[in-house]
Each structure stands twice: as structure tokens, then as C-alpha cells.
């Protein structure tokens, strides 16, 4: 079946690196997906990376999938207050007719001072 | 840059009340979706529409649900008589033909059911 899983929470001091982690059961998939959620807000789609490639770099993020391993990472460099939100893991199978995107729980990432 | 909008933002209701949920998605778009939040919890799929009809639906959305696309803009949620636990945030989302193109979300209503 789908499932996408990812740590609840995470904790880092501002300026270093965060790196959030995602696993995914359905290899299938064709796009992984990252989005932020503000407090009260949407969804905002940070970054996406389709399933045939390893790296994905976009100024401060850094995506990178595993497809062996079926793990999915997303890595902020220099973390700033500014960065602090829920950030979700997601996957789907754009290909097919049924293309939902199946969501992971969400890693809320706290910015230590 | 267009954007999927969303009204109301905000929704209070009584339980065993109709709600209705606005969408308006990007207008070249030709695929559409719902999904909610509740509180705390995973975004969850709830229905994709494509051509006027029912692409697929989850087991969330059962017969108290229905979606329509009365006009050639709007594409609207409808919870027939709600329950407590329909209270969440829902978010309405679309996309190109073009599957290799991802959905854009709208901002979400935030339905209290009382």
C-alpha cells in the first residue's frame, strides 16, 4: 500500500544544517514532493524531485532520494527563525489517471536561538 | 503568478448543516482536487475530478460529500448534513493536463462543525 513516513519533530539551532527524513513504501512513485505549512497556512510546495533522479539542489535545500532504500531527504542549509513550519513528505504516481498525492504525517522543525 | 483561491477562508457551522466550500483553480487547469486536514493530522486525499466527473474518491468521501464544477471557474466541496468530525482544514488543488505537472493547493477553508 502507499505510506509515507517521516519523524515528528526536529530541532535546530539556527544557522546549522536541518535535515528532515522521509521513507515511502510504494516505489512506484513518480514524483516526491516537499511541502511547508506556516502556522494557519496552506500548503507551499518547496521542492519536488521526479523518482528516476538521486539529487535536486535549489539555493538552501538539497533534496535527496534513495530509490533503493525508498528514502527521501530534504536538507536546509544556514536555518533561519524564518524556516520554522511543518514541512511534509509527499509522493505520487502522476503517470497513472489516479494521480492523489499521499502525504506524510509532517516533521515540525523547531529553530533553536 | 496565478494561484488557486479559496472562499470562505474561515467556516462555522452547526452540525447536520450544509456547507458548501469555494474553489476557484488556475484557470488553464483541467484536473481538480480536494483534500483536508484535520487538526494535527496528515493532508488526506479526498476526491479528483477530471472532464465533470469523478476521477476517484477515498473512503473519506462517502455519500455526504459531493463535488461540483457549476461553471467554467468554480469547483465547490458540498458536505451535505456534517458531523463533528468534519471539522478541518480543506484544501482544494489542481493541475495542467499535463501529469508530469505537479497540483497547486489553494490557501484551505477552515470548517468548524459544532
Known amino acids: 500500500g502507499e505510506d509515507v513516513e517521516q519523524s515528528l519533530f526536529l530541532s535546530v539551532r539556527e544557522g546549522d544544517s536541518s535535515v528532515i527524513n522521509c521513507t515511502y513504501t510504494d516505489s512506484s512513485s513518480t514524483y516526491l514532493y516537499w511541502y511547508k505549512q506556516e502556522p494557519g497556512a496552506g500548503l507551499q510546495l518547496l521542492t519536488y524531485?521526479?523518482?528516476?533522479?538521486d539529487m535536486k539542489q535549489d539555493q538552501r535545500l538539497t533534496v535527496l532520494l534513495n530509490k533503493k532504500d525508498k528514502h527521501l531527504s530534504l536538507r536546509i542549509a544556514d536555518t533561519q527563525t524564518g524556516d520554522s513550519a511543518i514541512y511534509f513528505c509527499a509522493e505520487s504516481f502522476t503517470m497513472n489517471r489516479d494521480d492523489k498525492i499521499i502525504f506524510g504525517k509532517g516533521t515540525r522543525l523547531h529553530i533553536l536561538p | 503568478e496565478p494561484e488557486v483561491t479559496q472562499t470562505p477562508s474561515h467556516q462555522v457551522t452547526q452540525m447536520g448543516q450544509e456547507v458548501i466550500l469555494r474553489c476557484v483553480p488556475i484557470?488553464?487547469?483541467?484536473?481538480f482536487y480536494w483534500y483536508r486536514q484535520i487538526l494535527g493530522q496528515k493532508v488526506e486525499f479526498l476526491v479528483s475530478?477530471?472532464?465533470?466527473?469523478?476521477?476517484?474518491k477515498s473512503e473519506i468521501f462517502d455519500d455526504q460529500f459531493s463535488v461540483e464544477r457549476p461553471d467554467g471557474s468554480n469547483f465547490t466541496l458540498k458536505i451535505r448534513s456534517t458531523k463533528l468530525e468534519d471539522s478541518a482544514m480543506y484544501f482544494c488543488?489542481?493541475?495542467?493536463?499535463?501529469?508530469?505537472?505537479?497540483?497547486?493547493f489553494g490557501p484551505g477553508t477552515r470548517l468548524l462543525v459544532l
Open positions: 475530478f477530471y472532464n465533470n466527473e469523478i476521477s476517484e
Open positions: 488543488a489542481s493541475r495542467v493536463r499535463d501529469p508530469a505537472e505537479t497540483q497547486y
Open positions: 524531485i521526479f523518482s528516476n533522479m
Open positions: 484557470s488553464n487547469h483541467l484536473y
